[in-house]
């Protein structure tokens, strides 16, 4: 089996300030995502990658930039941390389109 | 855009009594619906996936499915008070990217 990594657990920034959020996995998955978890409401999908240097934007894109150098890791960026953006971020990877999609165990981001 | 409503918010079942929770979603050419579960401040665990109308079963999970009428059902048998978490819905369609829609999720409680 394998797993997702993503780091750190905890994140607590300022607001208006620039802030990165990694992930790592070690299935050997094409397909990595990043989702964004808010209290009482759905994830919604951030960026999602389908193989190394790719860059795919999900609905809630603006505001963050993503970068994939290699094929197990994906990065996340919040460009300017404002206060609602507190939330967890989920980051995920599959094998491809339709398979089965693992996820890592969150970054709790805190703006402050 | 795909939407996906989850009912209800939460519910509190005792132990033993079976457990139903309800997803519905707006669009029908969906063909792709999976039930996560999350314990607090922990990450997703896929229950069970559901491809075609009617039911799947996974251990003490069993998922229905009826495009028709929009609705995928979670029915959990026998729940323990391990159970207790937050379960999401989410619902996908083979053409594109695998753009997984999640509900907000309904709080299951199992009481002793």
Redesign the interface.
């Known amino acids: 089996g394998g797993i997702?990594t993503q780091t750190p657990k905890f994140l607590i920034g300022q607001e208006g300030q620039k802030l990165t959020l990694k992930c790592q996995q070690n299935f050997n998955h094409d397909?990595m995502y990043w989702?964004r978890q808010d209290s009482?409401?759905?994830?919604?999908?951030i960026y999602?990658s389908?193989t190394e240097n790719d860059l795919?934007k999900?609905?809630l894109s603006e505001g963050y930039d993503a970068s994939r150098e290699k094929k197990s890791s994906f990065s996340l960026t919040v460009t300017s941390a404002q206060k609602n953006e507190m939330a967890v971020f989920?980051c995920?990877s599959?094998i491809g389109?339709?398979t089965?999609?693992?996820?890592?165990?969150?970054t709790r981001l805190t703006v402050v | 855009q795909q939407k996906v409503q989850q009912s209800p918010e939460s519910l509190t079942v005792s132990e033993g009594a079976m457990a139903s929770l309800n997803c519905t979603f707006s669009d029908r050419s969906s063909d792709n619906f999976r039930w996560y579960r999350q314990h607090s401040g922990k990450g997703l665990e896929v229950l069970v996936s559901i491809f075609s109308d009617g039911e799947k079963e996974e251990g003490s999970f069993t998922a229905h499915l009826n495009r028709a009428s929009l609705h995928v059902f979670l029915h959990i048998r026998e729940p323990q008070p391990s159970d207790s978490a937050l379960y999401l819905c989410a619902v996908s369609m083979s053409t594109g990217y695998q753009n997984f829609y999640f509900g907000k999720g309904t709080s299951l409680t199992v009481i002793p």
């Open positions: 997702i397909t989702y009482g409401k759905g994830l919604r999908l999602y389908i795919q999900g609905d989920l995920a599959s389109g339709h089965e999609v693992f996820f890592g165990k969150g």
